[in-house]
Every structure is written in structure tokens, then in C-alpha cells.
């Protein structure tokens, strides 16, 4: 296993998701609900940011590996899945968003690893539905993490309209690959 900035940054990115969740854990004499929820935000948005970092150092700094390809989609996808059940918890999300999202993490996870396997991995590469998604994803766990209002802004109504929009890009895109990959699976059928 190659070790460098940026696999170390998806290490910390992983090694976050059990902070970010047994914050909710703190009994609210301890920790109120506004100082929890903005510090499950602020732990949530780091953990956001060195997604985005790892990939960029890993390509200004040429340390790309395939075992970092391999390891930052299964944080990301481990990041939003913990932060949706926390989420459903709380009641600020719907469980079929949830399901949804993470159905489609986990379908789309198989198709490519398989795919991958029988050496057609570029018919599910990253489409920019895709990229979408996660960036819908991604702007919403935050607000609906934080609940509240920010500058008048009510980050739970805008989280909600969020999730909503990523849940029907979650959709399409899972289709949209399942539709590239068709052929492939015919044949191999």
C-alpha cells in the first residue's frame, strides 16, 4: 500500500466518519443540540474538503496509485452513507432518499468493480450526471446536518430541496450507467 499526502488525506476522511457520528452520541447537557449540530457540520465539511484536496494533490503532486482510485470513492461513499443514517435518525431526511442514495452507492460500486474485473471498467466511468450528484449530495448533508438558520438562511428547507434534487440525479445517473453497461452485461451473461 503506497502512503502519501493525499491517501493519508482519505485515511483521515475515513477515520472521521465515527467522530462526526458519536458527536450525536453526546448527551445534550454535555453538548446542546445547535453546538452539536454545528460541530458535526464543521467536522462533515473538513472531511468534504480533503476529499477534494486529495485528489487534486495526488494529481499536482503525480502520486496517483490505484489503490488511492480504489479507497477515496469507498470514503466518499462511507462519509455520505454514515451521514445519511445519522440524518434519518433525526428525522431530516426521508428514508426512501436514503435508501435511495445508498442503493445506488452500493449498485453502482458492484457494476464497476465488476466491470472492472472483466476489463470494461470505462463504460462506467465518471459522467459529469455523477459528478452532479455528489456535488447536490454534498451541499446538502451540511445544511441538513446544521438545522438551523445561517444569516436568514433556513439550511434545513434549502438541505431538504437539496437531497431531493440529488436523489432524482441519483437515479439518473445510476440509470445512466446500468445503460452504458448493458451491453457488456449482455454479452457476459
Same mark, same amino acid.
Given at each position: ?23 450525536? !452520541? ?13 460541530? =458535526? ?40 452513507? =454514515? =451521514? ?61 446536518? !446544521? ?18 434534487? =440529488? ?8 440509470? !445512466? ?13
Amino acid at each position: 500500500m503506497p502512503l502519501n499526502l493525499p491517501i493519508i488525506l482519505t485515511w483521515v476522511r475515513i477515520a472521521m466518519i465515527p467522530l462526526v457520528v458519536s458527536v450525536y !452520541y453526546v448527551p445534550e447537557h454535555v453538548l446542546p443540540t445547535a453546538v452539536r449540530d454545528a460541530v =458535526a457540520t464543521g467536522m462533515f465539511i473538513f472531511a468534504a474538503l480533503t476529499d477534494w484536496l486529495d485528489g487534486w494533490l495526488a494529481r499536482r503532486l503525480n502520486q496517483t496509485s490505484s489503490f488511492g482510485a480504489f479507497l477515496d470513492p469507498v470514503a466518499d461513499k462511507l462519509m455520505v452513507s =454514515a =451521514a445519511l443514517l445519522v440524518l434519518l435518525n433525526l428525522g431530516r431526511v426521508d428514508a426512501m432518499i436514503a435508501l435511495v442514495i445508498i442503493g445506488r452507492e452500493i449498485t453502482i460500486s458492484a457494476l464497476r468493480e465488476w466491470m472492472a474485473k472483466i476489463g470494461a471498467s470505462t463504460s462506467v466511468a465518471v459522467h459529469w450526471l455523477g459528478k452532479f450528484k455528489t456535488a447536490a449530495q454534498m451541499t446538502a448533508i451540511p445544511c441538513l446536518l !446544521y438545522g438551523g438558520r445561517v444569516a436568514g438562511i433556513d439550511t434545513l428547507w434549502w438541505g431538504s430541496r437539496l437531497i431531493e434534487i =440529488a436523489a432524482v440525479l441519483t437515479v439518473w445517473s445510476m440509470m !445512466y450507467y446500468l445503460q452504458r453497461a448493458w451491453p457488456v452485461i449482455r454479452r457476459s451473461a
